[in-house]
């Protein structure tokens, strides 16, 4: 065993015993369909003026949507989720994305009233807008929308309690390209392949907790594996902490650490702290 499978392995122990000892909370859905959705706007500017300590005139805002439609009825749960984030940093000379994802989760859970019940889940992943590689000058494009896209099936079990679940089973993740064919062309071939489907194990596990007084911990934490490279794992660990000014105002931090070997040979990290506006539409 490597020392990345023991890190994704400790990881999830980890947001497990820590998320499972905290008090239960009340967030039952009634019996039907409830939609509930929510959004948030983050803004800074810099302006200089004769301002000899060096600086650059620039605006960032980044926005996240989130959006869920749940349906209960006796013996059955059906999870519908939307989330997308944008966000762009712009100077005099360049311009900047900084957020760019899009994630639709649905997840149908049977409930037998066992501590675990099965469930089927399917996932679609891909980014809003072209994302660049800024670390070359000029920068290079390397995504697009659903170029890479990926969607994911999922059957297994389920653990689900009020402020926390984690599931597990038997995965397929198929990836699509169209002109970034790095993330599905297999190189032990002289064709260029647009298309690959993967078997594996996939977990999912999700937190979400107010630790303290108008302050909430929310986590996500996917693993996939595929069966003929165990010891490989893809990650992504996304947390997020919003501390609650009032009504409409929230200081956000978010930290998600992501591994997947055909995006890159090394982990990405990313870390954002900001204030900004939040609303609750229904």
């Known amino acids: 065993m490597n020392k990345f499978t023991v890190f994704v392995l400790l990881s999830l122990a980890l947001s497990f015993s820590n998320i499972i000892a905290q008090p239960k909370t009340d967030t039952l859905l009634k019996m039907g369909w409830t939609p509930q959705g929510s959004l948030g706007v983050n803004l800074s500017q810099f302006a200089f003026e004769n301002w000899t300590q060096g600086g650059e005139n620039s605006i960032s805002l980044s926005s996240i949507g989130n959006f869920g ?26 311009f900047y994305t900084t957020d760019n994802e899009l994630r639709l989760e649905n997840v149908l859970i049977k409930e037998f009233g066992w501590k675990l019940n099965p469930y089927f ?15 070359i000058n000029p920068e290079q494009q390397i995504s697009a929308f659903f170029d890479p896209g990926y969607i994911n099936q999922s059957l297994g079990f389920i653990y689900d309690q009020k402020h926390f679940n984690t599931r597990l089973g038997i995965g397929l993740q198929e990836t699509f390209t169209n002109r970034f064919n790095s993330y599905s062309d297999d190189i032990n071939t002289t064709d260029i ?46 947390n997020i902490i919003t501390a609650k000014v009032n009504d409409f105002i929230n200081v956000n931090f978010n930290f998600n650490f992501i591994y997947q070997k055909d995006q890159s040979l090394k982990a990405q990290y990313k870390e954002i702290l900001s204030l900004g506006f939040s609303y609750v539409i229904f």
């Open 69 to 94: 439609y749940y349906y209960r009825h006796p013996g059955w749960f059906l999870s519908n989720r939307l989330k997308a984030a944008y966000g762009f940093s712009k100077t005099k000379d360049r």
């Open 121 to 135: 889940s399917n996932e679609v992943r891909t980014v809003i807008a072209n994302g660049y590689d800024y670390s």
């Open 193 to 238: 392949e647009k298309f690959k489907i993967e078997t594996g194990i996939e977990s999912v596990s999700e937190a979400n907790y107010e630790f303290m007084k108008n302050m909430m911990y929310t986590g996500r934490l996917r693993l996939f594996s595929r069966l003929n490279s165990l010891d490989v794992w893809d990650v992504n660990w996304d």
